[in-house]
């Protein structure tokens, strides 16, 4: 079963910058999705940014232009690299990936997760 553990959350003021490191234990598919979710205060988890194997990544409107997410195969790892961060950025971070057919749903739609991190916490005050 896949493992992914998150770190590199913290607290931030406006305006500044934090990694996401995401590594994964037992991951050996060839085609996958993996994401990074978050879920504020009292709110409902959303998606934030999505990565393929093929590299291609989306973004959530709220972050486009602020949020970069990235990989590195070698160490089996995935990082959100946030900038510009505002207040309402801050929420409980989860990493999520999953083994992806070519016929489902691309990962950044309809797409179903089944590996979840236990989360970080990321807070941004101004």
């Known amino acids: 079963q896949v493992h992914l553990e998150e770190s590199g959350g913290g607290s931030v003021q406006s305006g500044g910058s934090l990694r996401l490191s995401c590594k994964a234990s037992r991951f050996t598919y060839r085609t996958y999705c993996m994401a990074w979710f978050r879920q504020p205060p009292g709110k409902e988890r959303e998606r934030v940014a999505t990565?393929?194997?093929?590299?291609?990544?989306t973004y959530a409107e709220a972050v486009n232009g602020r949020f970069t997410i990235s990989q590195d195969n070698a160490k089996n790892e995935v990082y959100l690299q946030m900038d510009s961060l505002k207040p309402e950025d801050t929420a409980m971070y989860y990493c999520?990936?999953?083994?992806?057919?070519?016929?489902?749903?691309?990962?950044?739609?309809?797409?179903?997760?089944?590996?979840w991190g236990q989360g970080a916490q990321v807070t941004v005050f101004s």
């Open positions: 999520a990936a999953s083994s992806r057919h070519p016929a489902q749903n691309p990962c950044g739609g309809d797409f179903e997760y089944h590996n």
């Open positions: 990565l393929d194997n093929a590299a291609t990544a």
